[in-house]
Every structure is written in structure tokens, then in C-alpha cells.
């Protein structure tokens, strides 16, 4: 499932197309996807805060493989750039944003890795939240709590 649909009723947004963009740094594209869209935000049938978290794992762990396969003179363009380090850092708030929401809605308190500021933005800390982050999406209820 994407943020852009299908939902579990099998509705997809109208404006999925939309959802997909490509960044195009130093002569570099690199290939992304909206992680909410604002023409199916409020939809009675929005995921949940933990298809909400785990979908934002999979999607940064997408973008951080990804940046990862970039040949070696891109990376190094981008990471001259600061663009590595912007990417990590939205990672890391896209993350610790999602974890709040489960907090909010099921009183789930997340691991240390996904609270508090987001400090050292690099590939190493990125990886580390991620494996945080689904190690403790196996530990949390499906569903918002009752």
C-alpha cells in the first residue's frame, strides 16, 4: 500500500500521478514519492498511525538504499552539496513524526532512536532508526487503541 492508494476498500486517489516526482540535483534525478497527499487527507479511509509508520519505513528505506546505489561521483556531488545530509534529516523527521503519531494515537511509547531531536543526519544514524523503528512496528497493535 502507498500513500497515494490503494485503500483497504480498494479506492485509489484520483490523483495518484501526482503523488510521484523526480528531483533533479547536480545533473543527478533521483526518483521519489509523496508520502501524504492533500486531496485524500482526511479520507475516512486513511491508514492508520501504524500502516501510517510502517509505510514511512519503507518508503525512507527506499530512498536511503537508493541514494546508497548512486554511483560514487554522484553521491559525492550531493553530499558536497548538502543534499545527502537534508535527505537524512527528512528521513529522520518523517520518522520521528510517524512515531508520534502512534504515541498519540494507540499510547505506544516509541524507542529512544525515534524521540527528541534529530542529531547526526548521516546514513549510519538513518539505518539505525529505520532497524529501530521496525523492530518496534512488529511489537505494535494493528489498530488504533480502545
Not at 501524504?36 to 475516512?44: E, L, M
Request: glycine residues 8%; aromatic residues 2%.
Amino acid at each position: 500500500m502507498n500513500a497515494a492508494g490503494p485503500w483497504p476498500d480498494g479506492a485509489a486517489c484520483p490523483t495518484e500521478d501526482r503523488h510521484r516526482f523526480v528531483v533533479s540535483a547536480l545533473g543527478v534525478p533521483v526518483a521519489g514519492i509523496a508520502l501524504t497527499c492533500p486531496n485524500c487527507a482526511g479520507t475516512a479511509g486513511r491508514p492508520g498511525a501504524v500502516a501510517n509508520l510502517a509505510e514511512t519505513v519503507a518508503i525512507r528505506r527506499r530512498t536511503i538504499v537508493g541514494l546508497a546505489s548512486l554511483p560514487e561521483p554522484a553521491r559525492a556531488e550531493l553530499a558536497a552539496a548538502g543534499a545527502l545530509t537534508r535527505l537524512y534529516r527528512a528521513a529522520l523527521i518523517d520518522l520521528r513524526d510517524a512515531a508520534q503519531r502512534c504515541l498519540d494515537e494507540l499510547g505506544a511509547e516509541p524507542p529512544a532512536a525515534l524521540r527528541g531531536a534529530v542529531a547526526q543526519p548521516d546514513r549510519v544514524r538513518a539505518d539505525r532508526v529505520l532497524d529501530a523503528a521496525t523492530e518496534w512496528l512488529a511489537t505494535l497493535p494493528a489498530g488504533p487503541r480502545r
